[in-house]
């Protein structure tokens, strides 16, 4: 069972949200918050295993709850995605830096809303159609490159799998093309986040790109 927490200022969007989820046989919401520093303390005390995040709250907005959230080491099991009406490049890059696990528009479709769910809380990141994967890399080649990372301890196959998580690819797509199973990839990848020292994949795009080892129009 995936459990739901959202957050968001207006009751009357909690509301629908909490409708559409509802009549999900493996999915239930366990709370709400009205804005970002209650859904910090919710997060802690429920630990839910997704948390649909708005951005523009009052208080402390949407990305700093986020930041916090996923500066807490004992909320690693917590996956945040913003949902927002606002699709703007900053919004997108400020949410993956925060550590946000998925972007989404608040005009997606239902069906399209209860996939993304199950899809981040199985550990894959995720953005809305609309922004796509050069977004990422194009925010990320505006940055001045941070000192380069101490050296990770990776094998040349979870190098190969890096590579292909940068480039945007799911679980799915990565077994194809390398013709091993969905759930080597998965174990790989868990690897390299526990040797970088990052959170989730969306992290791990960043941290692709900001160290160099991506480039904007990249595919391996």
Known sequence: MISLALADDQALVRAGFRAIVSG????TVVGEA?????????????????????????????????????ADRGLLGVK???LT???SDEYVYGAIRAGAAGFL???IEPVDLIRAVRVVAQGDALLAPS????LIAEMAGRLKPPPAPPPAD???????ILDQVAAGRSNEEIATRLTIS??????????????????????????AYESGRAVPGWHP
């Open 131 to 134: 922004v796509t994967r050069r």
């Open 34 to 70: 009205a804005d970002g520093t209650q859904a910090v303390a919710l997060a802690r005390r429920l630990r839910p295993d997704v948390m649909l995040m708005d951005i523009r709250m009052p208080g402390v907005d949407g990305l700093a709850a986020t930041r916090e959230i996923c």
């Open 182 to 207: 969905y759930a080597t990839v998965k174990t790989h990848v868990s690897r390299i986040l526990t040797k970088l020292g990052l959170r989730d994949r969306a992290q791990l795009v960043v941290w």
């Open 105 to 107: 528009l608040k005009d």
């Open 85 to 87: 009406t606002y699709e």
């Open 80 to 82: 945040v995605v913003i």
């Open 154 to 160: 990776l094998t040349a196959r979870e190098l190969e």
């Open 24 to 27: 999900e046989p493996d999915m």
